[in-house]
């Protein structure tokens, strides 16, 4: 999976927006025939192919399937527009408020239905994340990748380091890590969204998964000094970090922990991409600490990716039909066997063919109270890329005026949230 995936939604609509809207909006093959016409952002070489080895696996029955695959980022940056036209009546996307935001303009289609057959396989923290504003479900859960302190095991035995539980814990082997020639913590924000990570878990070990989930709503104020706590914190652990972050992909982050320059990594599962081969069997991970004893590490970032339904397909039947079998763990599995970095949303799933890192991460996610879906999905798509990019970049580069900050993040949000 090329993390281009991760890439939050930019504005203009460009040549890959049009032809995202002319692909589905043009396309009448199918109507009245038991055709079902599938919109995909897996685009990247290796999602593309493992989506191909799923839909394979539906046709081998008989049922037809025409797949509609455009650039990912393109399929973000237009996908307002797109639902509002003709769209393919499955269509890929993300869990939470990314989903209830259409699902409030009434642009997706209700699945409430579906989800008393197959609801049964999925937890209460993915049918929160699937569900709209009025209490139905408007997605269905396909997999997920936690995010996580990730380490190399070799290297921590070597040392004699040991997972820290609280932050305390934390900024000790930090220390340690330093007086041993390592940079604690690889990190990176080029591409403007990585950062987003550390920020929620922040939050959400300080102030509360309920308290992240209304702030990312705008019902929260940027200027309560929650918010002034959560970055007093960052700041104190940015010496921990490897400095010029905003001039570095994710990868290159994750290469300075492969090659054992740096002791520990904040971010997704998709960290493994990094790791060839056997190399993979030496990476694991911590939740991120606890520190505030209230919340303690009830919550996880896991974004989930899954299908919506088109508001008003062109074959409504065919589409419930192939969702119940994109909802089914046989169908999941088929999938992560070409991707290994995600586990599989249903709870049903064998999950016997896991790696180490897979069970962890199913582990992980199983056990959480709360599951977040990462501050660009949690939140308007306009707010975090007009907002949220550049405010996490300044912090970065200039961390000591926080006021001055939260003020600006602040005045723009009213701006955004209002209109």
């Known amino acids: ?40 952002n897996y685009s990247d070489s290796v999602p593309k192919s493992a989506m191909e080895a799923v839909l394979n696996g539906y046709r081998s029955s008989g049922k037809t399937v025409k797949v509609n695959t455009v650039d990912h980022n393109s399929f973000q940056e237009n996908i307002n527009r797109y639902l509002q036209g003709n769209p393919d009546d499955v269509i890929t996307w993300f869990a939470g408020y990314r989903m209830q935001f259409f699902a409030k303009q009434g642009l997706v289609g209700d ?15 993915l049918r929160a994340a ?32 040991t997972e820290p539980r609280n932050l305390d814990a934390f900024k000790a082997l930090c220390e340690q890590m330093k007086k041993d020639g390592l940079t604690p913590i690889a990190f990176a924000d080029k591409d403007g969204w990585p950062a987003m990570g550390t920020f929620d878990y922040l939050n959400m070990r300080i102030n509360g998964y309920q308290f992240h989930v209304d702030l990312m709503a705008g019902k929260e104020a940027w200027t309560d000094n929650k918010l002034k706590g959560v970055f007093d914190t960052w700041r104190g652990l940015l010496p921990y970090h490897q400095p010029g972050a905003n001039g570095r992909t994710w990868q290159e982050a994750a290469q300075s922990l492969l090659n054992r320059q740096s002791g520990m990594y ?20 911590f939740a991120f600490p606890e520190i505030n004893p209230q919340f303690g590490r009830d919550s996880v970032e896991a974004p ?16 419930l039909d192939l969702l119940k079998y994109l909802a089914s763990g046989p169908a999941e599995l088929a999938y992560l066997k070409s991707n290994p970095t995600n586990i599989a949303a249903n709870g049903k799933a064998d999950t016997g063919g896991y790696n180490a890192l897979q069970k962890k991460s199913q582990q992980l996610v199983s056990s959480a109270k709360h599951i977040s879906q990462f501050l660009d999905r949690d939140t308007r798509p306009d707010f975090a890329s007009q907002v949220m990019i550049g405010a996490l970049q300044t912090f ?14 602040e005045a723009q949000k009213k701006t955004i949230f209002t209109s």
């Open 266 to 285: 904040v971010g997704g599962t998709f960290v493994g991409e990094q790791f060839p081969g056997a190399e993979l069997d030496d990476l694991d991970f």
């Open 304 to 319: 989930i990716d899954g299908f919506m339904l088109a508001a008003k397909p062109k074959n409504r039947s065919g589409a």
């Open 111 to 125: 699945l409430s239905d579906l989800w008393k057959e197959v609801g049964g396989d999925f937890s209460n923290a």
């Open 396 to 409: 970065i580069n200039k961390p000591d005026d926080v006021d001055g900050l939260l003020k600006s993040i």
């Open 130 to 161: 699937s569900t709209g504003e009025d209490g139905k479900q408007y997605f269905l859960p396909f997999y997920n990748y936690p995010w996580g302190v990730f380490y190399r095991k070799s290297l921590w035995q070597q040392k004699g380091y």
């Open 1 to 40: 999976m090329n993390f281009s995936r991760r890439t939050v939604l930019g504005g203009a609509l460009g040549l890959g927006g049009a032809a995202l809207l002319s692909a589905c909006g043009d396309d009448s093959e199918g109507s009245g025939s038991s055709e079902v016409t599938f919109g995909s």
